[in-house]
T-cell receptor, first 116, second 116 residues
């Protein structure tokens, strides 16, 4: 079945630095990728939707200058958390969908970001 | 305002019995619903889905029921097995009616505990 690889699984960074998270579809071409964030004991919150080759669409309340999303190819999307602060510490998960009309959303295994 | 609600944070069921997880939604634009199983520090794993043109979808031990008029869906697991113990998320999307805005909206999850 469809596999999405997310890397790294855990990262610790200092305040003020930037962190990049990669999401790759291994055996299919992902025309659309989604980025979610999960706070402790909360649901996954959609942050942004990206289509290959175009700018990401951010959900209300998500700072696009802070959470940079690049979907440069059909198999790779990246989320860069810029100038990270401790409140950015969270669990970030990506999801990929093969094509419009394909109803399968395949999730990566997530990235635990801790900003110290 | 939470558009997808799972009002039971946890549910304990005896092995072999039926597990029923409930989910309510408020957005009438939602037309595609999914259930995911999630272990700590991992991405969600897809279980079963249903589109709004159906009221029931079955896959092995898992059955999802949709009551559009009540804006309610439920996941039935029968018989319940110890390996079913996990957090279950209900998710919804405006797949057809959202004009392309089809990221998933998740409930907060229900922690299912299967007791031997």
């Amino acid at each position: 079945g469809a596999v999405v690889s997310q890397h790294p699984s855990r990262v610790i960074c200092k305040s003020g630095t930037s962190v990049k998270i990669e999401c790759r579809s291994l055996d299919f071409q992902a025309t659309t990728m989604f980025w979610y964030r999960q706070f402790p004991k909360q649901s996954l919150m959609l942050m942004a939707t990206s289509n290959e080759g175009s700018k990401a669409t951010y959900e209300q309340g998500v700072e696009k200058d802070k959470f940079l999303i690049n979907h440069a190819s059909l198999t790779l999307s990246t989320l860069t958390v810029t100038s990270a602060h401790p409140e950015d510490s969270s669990f970030y998960i990506c999801s990929a969908r093969e094509r419009q009309g394909n109803y399968g959303y395949t999730f990566g295994s997530g990235t635990r970001l801790t900003v110290v | 305002d939470q558009q997808v609600k799972q009002n039971s944070p946890s549910l304990s069921v005896q092995e072999g019995r039926i597990s029923i997880l409930n989910c309510d939604y408020t957005n009438s634009m939602f037309d595609y619903f999914l259930w995911y199983k999630k272990y700590p520090a991992e991405g969600p794993t897809f279980l079963i889905s249903i589109s709004s043109i159906k009221d029931k979808n079955e896959d092995g031990r898992f059955t999802v029921f949709l009551n559009k008029s009540a804006k309610h869906l439920s996941l039935h697991i029968v018989p319940s097995q110890p390996g079913d113990s996990a957090v279950y998320f209900c998710a919804a999307s405006a797949m057809y009616s959202g004009g392309g805005a089809d990221g998933l909206t998740f409930g907060k999850g229900t922690h299912l505990i299967i007791q031997p």
